[in-house]
């Protein structure tokens, strides 16, 4: 990993959804993060913590009616202020997204060499001969040996776990700097979901890739990422080195996802789960946003929102955080 400057930053990031006869419902909230070229960051947390909607906003994907706060810049460009032509460029060219579900994003009518090659011939000028000529190796390097039948193919020929491989080729193929990654194994059964993420790993290393990486699955997120951040209710609470959230979390709710993770516990042993539902930034009050789920939260949590403030190799936001080290170990019901 190189130690040039961010490739990405995301600095005080807000996203307002606006609807007809309604008020406006914050969706993100204040999110601030870097990410450096060849650096893996992930973006955990539950349904509706907002991580998704975060990764759009750097592509400019969307809805009309959401409406973003803050900076968040390419190389110190400002990626909302791109005129047409540079966007086109940013985003054909610098980034690439592959997604949740690869059937949702493929055209069905249209063979996956067709799909594979309209960037290729698009926007680098390549004829579908060079442009089949260059996806080959891509192929063959992750774990299509026959290539030329799978591009004569349909989408519905092929499995999910293929299908996905085939959009990491299409991520890969214009020789992206920037690689955001959505879920990209939630629709693939355990097997799968592994040699996907062999396969995805070893080409963002391969090829000093950054990489965005959005899951709930905190287990994976530190397997495959440098950094981990943690969302909650549209912001962040807590960002770590992944080799250290284990032993070195400092928030309850980060404490609460690592112990409710599956393991090889004794049988008939009971999997810990945080009380309550996972709440949206809109619903939020003044004060901290997992109070109301939290087994530690006093007054001063519940009226007044703690910063998301350094620390030793991280950052947190929790007004006890210096003192619950230990009894972070020890999880208690929520008063709800």
């Known amino acids: ?26 969706l993100v909230r204040d999110v601030t993060f870097d990410l450096a070229p060849g650096e893996a960051l992930g973006l955990v947390g539950e349904s509706g913590s907002g991580k998704s909607l975060t990764s759009r906003a750097v592509i400019r994907l969307l809805p009309r009616n959401a409406h973003t706060r803050g900076t968040f810049a390419f190389e110190g460009e400002d990626i909302q202020t791109m005129g047409r032509e540079r966007l086109i460029r940013y985003l054909s060219r610098d980034v690439a997204m592959i997604f949740q ?157 690592l112990a409710a993770r599956p393991g090889l516990g004794e049988p008939g042993t009971r999997l810990p789960v945080i009380p309550g539902r996972p709440a949206a930034a809109h619903e939020t009050g003044e004060g901290c946003p997992f109070a109301p789920r939290c087994a530690f939260a006093e007054d001063r949590c519940r009226t007044e929102r703690p910063e998301l403030r350094p620390d030793t190799d991280g950052a947190v936001a929790c007004h006890r955080a210096d003192e619950l080290d230990g009894d972070l170990d020890r999880p208690k019901e929520a008063a709800l």
Do not use: K, W
């Not at 130690?3 to 406006?24: A, N, S």
């Not at 969302?231 to 609470?237: D, E, F, H, L, R």
């Open 101 to 257: 579900n690869p059937r949702a994003h493929i055209n069905p009518v249209h063979t996956l060499g067709d799909f594979l090659t309209e960037p290729l011939t698009c926007h680098l000028g390549l004829t579908h001969a060079q442009a089949e000529e260059r996806l080959l190796p891509l192929l063959a390097d992750i774990g299509i040996t026959d290539g030329p039948r799978r591009l004569s193919q349909y989408p519905h020929q092929l499995s999910g776990g293929l299908l996905q491989r085939m959009m990491i080729a299409s991520a890969l193929v214009a020789e992206p700097r920037l690689l955001l990654a959505d879920e990209p194994t939630t629709a693939l059964d355990v097997t799968t979901q592994q040699d996907v993420m062999a396969i995805l790993d070893e080409q963002r290393r391969d090829r000093n890739l950054a990489m965005l990486f959005v899951t709930h699955d905190l287990e994976l997120a530190t397997a495959v990422c440098d950094r981990i951040t943690v969302m909650y209710a549209g912001t962040i609470v807590e960002q770590r080195p992944a080799t250290d959230l284990h032993t070195g979390r400092r928030h309850p709710y980060t404490a609460g996802l």
């Open 1 to 26: 990993m190189t130690t040039t400057g961010p490739l990405l930053r995301v600095e005080h990031l807000g996203i307002d959804l606006h609807q007809r006869r309604q008020e406006p419902r914050t």
